[in-house]
């Protein structure tokens, strides 16, 4: 289970976010980026954020820890901005969090290195989950002394939108050509060679085990929170082995 907190204090609207995430301060004392479970692209983002950002830390990646936040809608009531109070207002309940990385800048890939090994494994991640969201336009990764962190992984496993069709889904390339990192002779085969061991039924039923009941319950299809956790492992499990193979659009690919 993420751990859970309760939101004390809107601080103000992330402006950068298409989701238009909101900055907020909590019982903790500690400062959250807040992804709104009343966002126009609803819960399932939530899901998908969960379950990569907690795959991804497992494989070693660096991640911002996630907590879940508990909203009460009165928190919008002083909000000046219209759609900021709305979407607080439509927020009630378990919404997403993560800590606040101060000090970040926006990767930028004319302005930063990174080496083969370590943009290896974030393309052959980003293959596994299917993110399409981490272009040069839009890299969704962020740089502090400590390292490169990953940021927004709402638009993954575009299976989870089609669950009937989910196993052929899931079985198709991964394009690369857009990569932010695809500049950086990334080593996938290394990167797969280490991680794709690791995608076990035990570490996805781990991983699984943190996406909260409340945003799988009702799917269409499953009887319980529990049938739909191992239909978000499936896919992931059966396209660790092979990912790498049908990555395209990488520099010197054969
Ligand atoms: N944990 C964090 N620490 C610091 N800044 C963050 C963090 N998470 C997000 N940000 C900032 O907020 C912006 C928006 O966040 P994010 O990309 O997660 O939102 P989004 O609405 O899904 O965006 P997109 O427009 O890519 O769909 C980021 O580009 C980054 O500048
Ligand atoms: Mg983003």
Redo the contacts with the bound molecule.
């Keep these: 289970m993420l751990k859970e907190v309760i939101a004390t204090r809107f601080i103000a609207p992330?402006r950068?976010?298409?989701?238009?995430?909101g900055l907020i301060e909590a019982d903790d004392l500690g400062t959250y980026?807040l992804?709104f479970t009343g966002a126009g692209q609803g819960r399932k983002?939530l899901v998908a954020e969960v379950v990569c950002g907690e795959l991804a830390r497992r494989l070693g990646l660096r991640v911002?820890r996630l907590v879940t936040v508990e909203l009460d809608p009165v928190l919008g009531l002083g909000e000046p901005d219209q759609e900021v109070q709305q979407l607080l207002k439509s927020s009630g309940g378990t919404n997403l969090g993560?800590?606040?990385?101060?000090g970040?800048l926006?990767f930028d890939p004319i302005a930063f290195e990174v080496d083969p090994g370590e943009a290896g494994r974030i393309v052959w991640f980003d293959a596994l989950v299917n993110n399409v969201?981490r272009s040069w336009r839009?890299p969704?990764m962020?740089r502090r002394s400590d390292g490169l962190?990953l940021?927004?992984h709402?638009?993954t496993m575009i299976w989870h939108h089609n669950w009937p069709g989910a196993a052929a889904s899931a079985a198709r390339p991964y394009d690369a050509s857009d990569h932010a990192l695809r500049t950086f002779a990334p080593d996938v085969a290394s990167a797969a060679a280490d991680l794709a061991p690791q995608v076990t039924e035990d570490l996805l039923a781990e991983v699984t085990a943190e996406i909260p009941d409340v945003w799988l319950a009702g799917e269409q299809g499953f009887g319980s929170p529990g049938e739909l956790r191992s239909a978000y492992a499936r896919p992931l499990i059966a396209r660790a082995a092979t990912v790498h193979q049908r990555i395209h659009g990488l520099e010197g690919e054969q």
């Design positions: 992330l950068e976010g298409g989701s238009l995430p980026v992804k983002t911002p993560m800590d606040f990385l101060s970040a926006g969201d839009n969704n962020l962190w940021i927004d709402g638009a």
